[in-house]
């Protein structure tokens, strides 16, 4: 189980980005991490990653603190990260990067099965660079089979929607319902999409720093449907 | 042989105890073993050191080695080798040098190569360079490779200097014919105080001719590199040229790139990038477990492959 207790951080200019926030994600689950922009969810993914050392407070992982843990600490605990945006690597392989993942060389059909998981054809990205050349949703998809490659207790992917397009963001619904069956860990999603809000079992609300709601997602969900201010496109043109 | 050459020879050329295929060992400037085969013939150079090397039309699939070793300091080895390539031939050309010191004086190798390329061929070349030795004296290698294709032939130029070698200058000139093509991809690491500068230039004088060069290197340390390349566009033709440098520690890097299109209808293309290892890259390794060092060496291996 992972425990935050107090935990705050703020811009160099003093502007807190999170405020006292306190939280615990069960074993086990799939717990979306959900709120506005600015509102200090990928922060909050990058403190527990070790990415980011908070000003005050404890984290907890498994009953041990590791708040003065580095990242690569915090990684050979069982803690892994998919970032927002995935680094690109000139000279890096799909092959190398999943084997680094994991920990040790990969079998031809062990690299497929993590592929075939994401989504992406086997024989077109075994042995391509991770560089430029890849797409948005590529390398998003094999941002996440690493985090997958890595198995662990507990995997983060921060906004996992950012950045590809509609098409490739369908498939990636459908990778996350797969991973939710097949991973016996807990899953952190950062997203504020709908379609990743229904697949979870838990929803925390983060908003202005602060956890502003957490509990079972069939209790958070319908009130934030409900409450939404998001403006429907034929709104955008209304009088006010 | 001896076992600095042996040693010396399993980095270079992956040799283990024999070379299949037409071979010539070239140890402190004498040859050292000699194979020729039906199809490749391997003879001395009659007015200079070096050896003239005939590889007959339409052979395919067989390789050549002509590994060049200096084991020991106070050797300038001088050496031109000439290959010629027959119509519709497709081999691979292993050349690799090594330099060993065991003294203050300076061991030097410095190989002219010329490749003569007939219609329809294609040559892999490839070329492992290093230095060894914890002795003081300079360790020195000075390639000139000088090609000249012929209308559709094909030379892949893969080439890497590991580590130890003091100085090198290495000069790369092409001259490449109708619809031939050139692709040059040369990987540096540098340290300590080492100095590598290359040098290429290619003239793009048949229709339809192209260029891809490759350059990636790491300055370590102290040391600096110097990167030069001149891609000229005579004709209907495409050059590409893609530099990148990673600096570690004090390491300099100076890129010059040029890029001259003499006909309306030359297509040539630089990309060029230096600097140290983004620290996202480092992030992103540490993540999946690796420590700061690992990642680092991580992504240098991978940068160098």
Redesign the interface.
């Known amino acids: 189980m992972l425990r935050l207790e107090n935990i705050k951080w703020s811009l160099d200019d003093g502007r807190g980005i999170l405020n006292d926030v306190s939280l615990e994600i069960p074993d086990a689950k799939l717990v979306v991490i959900t709120g506005p922009n600015g509102g200090g969810k990928t922060t909050l993914a990058k403190t527990v ?1 070790g ?1 980011i050392t908070p000003e005050s407070g404890k984290i907890f992982f498994d009953g041990q603190d590791i708040t003065e843990l ?3 600490q915090r ?2 605990l069982g803690i ?2 998919a ?1 927002q945006q ?2 690109r ?5 799909v092959r ?2 999943l084997e ?2 994991a ?1 040790r060389q990969l079998k031809q059909p062990e690299i497929c099965e993590l592929l075939g998981k994401v989504g992406l054809c086997k024989n077109d990205f075994i042995d391509r660079e991770v560089n430029a050349s890849l797409s948005g949703g590529e390398i998003k998809r094999i941002e996440i089979a ?1 985090v997958l490659a ?1 198995n662990t207790k507990l995997s983060i992917f921060d906004e996992p929607e950012a950045g590809i397009d509609l098409w490739s963001f369908a498939g990636l619904v459908d990778v996350f319902k797969e991973v939710k069956n097949k991973v016996k860990g807990t899953l952190m999603i950062i997203s504020h999409q709908e379609r990743i809000l229904e697949i979870a079992d838990e929803i925390v609300v983060i908003s202005a720093g602060k956890v502003e709601a957490s509990g079972a997602a069939q209790e958070i969900l319908p009130k934030l449907v409900s409450g939404s201010r998001t403006p429907r496109p034929c709104e955008r043109g209304a009088q006010a | 042989m001896n076992e600095t050459t042996k040693e010396l020879l399993k980095i270079i050329s992956d040799f283990d105890g024999e070379f299949k295929g037409a071979y010539n060992i070239r140890e402190d400037g004498q040859c050292a073993a000699r194979e020729s085969t039906e199809n490749i013939k391997i003879e001395s150079k009659k007015d200079a050191p070096g050896l003239v090397i005939h590889i007959k039309p339409h052979t395919k699939g067989e390789k050549v080695y002509i590994p060049a070793c200096v084991t020991k300091s106070g050797v300038d080895d001088l050496v031109y080798n000439d290959f010629y390539v027959g119509e519709g031939a497709d081999v691979t050309i292993v050349a690799g040098c090594g330099v060993h010191t065991t003294g203050v004086e300076e061991a030097r190798h410095n190989g002219i190569h010329r490749f003569i390329l007939e219609k329809d061929s294609k040559v892999l070349y490839q070329e492992k360079h290093i230095g060894t030795g914890k002795q003081e004296g300079i360790r020195r290698i000075d390639p000139v490779t000088d090609v000249e294709l012929g209308e559709n032939s094909k030379l892949t130029m893969d080439t890497v200097q590991l580590s130890g070698v003091d100085y090198t200058t290495r000069t790369t000139r092409g001259v490449l014919g109708e619809g031939a093509k050139l692709i040059i991809k040369e990987r540096i690491m540098t340290d300590g105080k080492e100095q590598a500068k290359t040098d290429f230039y290619v003239e793009l004088k048949g229709e339809n001719s192209g260029v891809d060069l490759m350059s ?1 290197s790491v300055a370590r340390d102290e040391s600096y590199q110097e990167y030069h390349s001149v891609i000229k566009g005579m004709n209907v033709c495409t050059g590409h040229s893609e530099c ?1 440098a990673i600096l570690v520690g004090n390491g300099k890097v100076s890129a010059s790139p040029q890029l001259d299109a003499e006909h309306p209808d030359a297509a040539l293309i630089h990309e060029a990038a230096i600097g140290k290892i ?1 620290g ?2 480092i ?10 060092e690992e990642a680092e060496q ?2 240098i291996s ?4």
Request: no cysteine; proline share 2%.
């Open positions: 990653a990415l580095d990242i690569t990684a050979k892994s990260y970032f995935p680094v690597f000139k000279g890096l392989t190398d990067l680094l993942a920990g690493t890595r | 990636r990148d983004a996202e890259q992030l992103k390794l540490r993540t999946l477990g690796l420590t700061e991580k992504i991978g940068f160098l492959k």
